[in-house]
């Protein structure tokens, strides 16, 4: 139904940028909102930052003024631009879509990616 597809993950130094996207496809669902999450070892999976089909944009604390989220509404893609990376940012990224059934729109459907890791270390 929704495939979600990330890229983007891999090691950089403090300070460095990476930019993740994530693509989401299905043709039966219509996609409202997209975000990253993320999960550090031995810790819980928090919100990084989420935009609406609107465009409107929210971010934790931790990383406002370093990341930007952004999407594509033609192509059902979200990016998260991530500058001045620190080693706190070290976690799982996980890319979140949450849709509703064009046919049947009676329910929320959530989707997730499978994660790609980001590593910040000198």
């Known amino acids: 139904q929704v495939q979600l597809v990330e890229s983007g993950g891999g090691l950089v130094q403090p300070g460095g940028s990476l930019r993740l996207s994530c693509v989401a496809s299905?043709?039966?669902?219509?996609?409202?909102?997209m975000g990253w999450y993320r999960q550090a070892p031995g810790k819980e999976r928090d919100v990084v930052a989420t935009?609406?089909?609107?465009?409107?944009?929210d971010y934790a604390d931790s990383v406002k003024g370093r990341f930007t989220i952004s999407r594509d509404n033609a192509k059902n893609t979200v990016y998260l631009q991530m500058n001045s990376l620190k080693p706190e940012d070290t976690a799982v990224y996980y890319c979140?879509?949450?849709?509703?059934?064009?046919?049947?729109?009676?329910?929320?459907?959530?989707?997730w990616g499978q994660g790609t890791q980001v590593t910040v270390s000198s």
């Open positions: 935009i609406t089909s609107g465009g409107m944009t």
């Open positions: 979140n879509a949450r849709g509703r059934s064009i046919q049947l729109p009676l329910y929320d459907y959530v989707y």
């Open positions: 299905g043709s039966s669902i219509r996609i409202n909102a």
